[in-house]
Nanobody, 127 residues
């Protein structure tokens, strides 16, 4: 049974940093897609960053490019999101998600591409 569990959320002032982690378990694939997505208050979920595990290709939504970095440790089945220069508009519930159809391709930032989700971790950025 696939399980994803996020950690590392919290409250931070604008300009600060947080590192989110996602522990994955319950599968043995070596080539798959994992992403970080978020739900801003009152809005639909949006893709933040994605990485093709095994291939290493990454993708980011424009609003976080240069500030956020997605990475993974395949041996430990861990996914990370380093978030720097945080802004109040980054305040959201952040989710780790995965699909096992191979590389992310063009779907990495599309929420509907992911069948497996963690429960989420809240990030709050104050001005």
């Amino acid at each position: 049974q696939v399980q994803l569990v996020e950690s590392g959320g919290g409250s931070v002032q604008a300009g600060g940093s947080l590192r989110l982690s996602c522990a994955a378990s319950g599968f043995k694939y070596t080539n798959y897609c994992m992403g970080w997505l978020r739900r801003l208050p009152g809005k639909e979920r949006e893709g933040v960053a994605a990485i093709s595990v095994g291939g290493g290709n990454t993708d980011y939504v424009d609003s976080v490019k240069g500030r956020f970095t997605i990475s993974q440790d395949n041996a430990k089945k861990m996914l990370y999101l380093q978030m720097n220069s945080l802004k109040p508009e980054d305040t959201a519930m952040y989710y780790c998600a995965a699909h096992f159809r191979g590389n992310c391709g063009r779907d990495g930032l599309r929420a509907s591409a992911y069948p497996y989700w963690g429960p989420g971790t809240q990030v709050t950025v104050s001005s």
